[in-house]
């Protein structure tokens, strides 16, 4: 199971931090990823981590202002957004991977290759 937490409502150019308790499985033998799917759009790729934290992926869209990161120890991980922006409001769901060779060769951006996702955690970006 995957419980996101952490979303809220939040100003432009402000931050947010997410959570994603992982249970049920060995954390460290996962891969994390966050995609989020605005009203009207569909779900898209927002960031990603491997097993060991050495491999992680932004979402153009993110980079330069978003920070993932796990805790292995705690079956936690964790999506950090600064700079907020208007457009950034959407659902944020967390999702794990066993499976190594589809997160490699898609570098975890494939949503396809996840197999268990969270509930999601709503982030409203408010100017």
């Known amino acids: 199971q995957l419980q996101a937490s952490g979303g809220g409502l939040v100003q432009v150019g402000g931050s947010v931090s997410l959570s994603c308790a992982v249970s049920?499985?060995?954390?460290?033998?996962?891969?994390m990823g966050w995609f989020r799917q605005a009203p009207g759009k569909e779900r898209e790729f927002v960031a990603t981590?491997?097993?060991?934290?050495?491999?992680?992926y932004y979402a153009d869209s993110v980079k330069g202002r978003s920070a993932i990161s796990r805790d292995n120890a705690k079956n936690l991980g964790h999506l950090q957004m600064n700079n907020l922006k208007s457009e950034d409001t959407a659902i944020y769901y967390c999702?794990?991977?066993?499976?190594?060779?589809?997160?490699?060769?898609?570098?975890?951006?494939?949503?396809?290759?996840?197999?268990?996702w969270g509930q999601g955690t709503l982030v409203t970006v408010s100017s």
């Open positions: 049920g499985r060995a954390f460290r033998s996962l891969a």
């Open positions: 981590i491997n097993w060991t934290g050495d491999r992680i």
């Open positions: 999702a794990t991977t066993g499976r190594l060779s589809p997160w490699y060769s898609s570098y975890g951006q494939d949503a396809g290759g996840y197999d268990d």
